[in-house]
C-alpha cells in the first residue's frame, strides 16, 4: 500500500524514474506474495535480492532530495532530463500557498506561469525523505521476513518422510503377506 501511494504521487509529480522503480518494486511484492502462497522460495529469493536493490534506491532518494554529494534537487534527473517536474509535494505540502503570476512579457506563452510558493509547514524534500526512509523500514521488515519464510520453507523440504524413508518409526505399515500365502502361490 505505501508502494502504491508513493506510485500515485510520483505520478503527479511526474518523475519518471521513480514511477518506473516504484512500477517494479510493485511487481516483485506481488510476485514475492506469490512466491509465499505457492511455496515457491525462489520467489521469495528474488524478491529479497530485490529489497537490497530497493533499499540502495531509497537510499539515493534521500541522498538526492538532501543534496549529498554534489547532488541536487533542482536537477533533472528523476524525470530522464525530459521535463522541469519536480515532486508534488514542492507545490502541494503541508500548509503551502501557491502564488501564480503570467509572464507578461514573453509572447507565446500566455498559458504559462509563473508560480512560488511560500509558508509551507514543512519542506517538500523532507516529505520526500520521510517516503523514502519508511520505505527502508518497510523493506527491512519484509527483508527478515523473506529470510524467514524461505528457511521454513527449505526446512520443509529437508524434513520430507519419502515413504518411510529416513525415519526409524514410521507413521505408517505396510502389511506383508504372511510366507505361507507366497507358498501358496507356488503350488498352484
Same mark, same amino acid.
Given at each position: $500500500?505505501?508502494?502504491?501511494?508513493?506510485?500515485?504521487?510520483?505520478?503527479?509529480?511526474?518523475?519518471?524514474?521513480?514511477?518506473?522503480? @516504484?512500477?517494479?518494486?510493485?511487481?516483485?511484492?506481488?510476485?514475492?506474495?506469490?512466491?509465499?502462497?505457492? +511455496?515457491?522460495?525462489? +520467489?521469495? =529469493?528474488? !524478491?529479497?535480492? %530485490?529489497?537490497?536493490?530497493?533499499?540502495?534506491? @531509497?537510499?539515493?532518494?534521500?541522498?538526492?532530495?538532501?543534496?549529498?554529494? /554534489? *547532488?541536487?534537487?533542482?536537477?533533472? *534527473?528523476?524525470?530522464?532530463?525530459?521535463?522541469?517536474?519536480?515532486? %508534488?509535494?514542492?507545490?502541494?505540502?503541508?500548509?503551502?500557498?501557491?502564488?501564480?503570476?503570467?509572464?507578461? /512579457?514573453?509572447? /507565446? $506563452?500566455?498559458?504559462?506561469? !509563473?508560480?512560488?510558493?511560500?509558508?509551507?509547514?514543512?519542506? !517538500?524534500?523532507?516529505?520526500? =525523505?520521510?517516503?523514502?526512509?519508511?520505505?527502508?523500514?518497510?523493506?527491512?521488515? /519484509?527483508?527478515?521476513?523473506?529470510? +524467514?519464510? =524461505?528457511?521454513?520453507?527449505?526446512?520443509?523440504?529437508?524434513?520430507?518422510?519419502?515413504?518411510?524413508?529416513?525415519?526409524?518409526?514410521?507413521?505408517?505399515?505396510?502389511?506383508?503377506?504372511?510366507? @505361507?500365502? *507366497?507358498?501358496?502361490?507356488? +503350488?498352484?
Amino acid at each position: $500500500l505505501a508502494a502504491l501511494e508513493r506510485q500515485v504521487f510520483d505520478f503527479l509529480g511526474y518523475q519518471w524514474a521513480p514511477i518506473l522503480a @516504484n512500477f517494479l518494486h510493485i511487481i516483485i511484492v506481488i510476485l514475492g506474495l506469490f512466491g509465499t502462497i505457492q +511455496y515457491r522460495p525462489r +520467489y521469495i =529469493v528474488v !524478491y529479497a535480492i %530485490w529489497i537490497a536493490i530497493w533499499v540502495t534506491w @531509497n537510499i539515493f532518494i534521500i541522498c538526492f532530495y538532501l543534496e549529498v554529494g /554534489g *547532488l541536487s534537487k533542482d536537477s533533472e *534527473l528523476l524525470t530522464f532530463n525530459i521535463s522541469r517536474h519536480q515532486s %508534488w509535494w514542492s507545490e502541494n505540502g503541508p500548509g503551502c500557498v501557491r502564488k501564480e503570476a503570467s509572464m507578461s /512579457g514573453i509572447k /507565446g $506563452l500566455d498559458s504559462h506561469s !509563473y508560480i512560488s510558493v511560500i509558508g509551507c509547514a514543512l519542506e !517538500y524534500r523532507y516529505i520526500e =525523505v520521510m517516503h523514502s526512509s519508511f520505505q527502508i523500514l518497510i523493506a527491512l521488515v /519484509g527483508f527478515v521476513y523473506a529470510c +524467514y519464510v =524461505v528457511s521454513v520453507f527449505t526446512e520443509e523440504e529437508d524434513s520430507f518422510d519419502f515413504i518411510g524413508g529416513f525415519d526409524p518409526f514410521p507413521l505408517y505399515h505396510v502389511n506383508e503377506k504372511p510366507t @505361507n500365502l *507366497l507358498f501358496k502361490q507356488t +503350488y498352484l
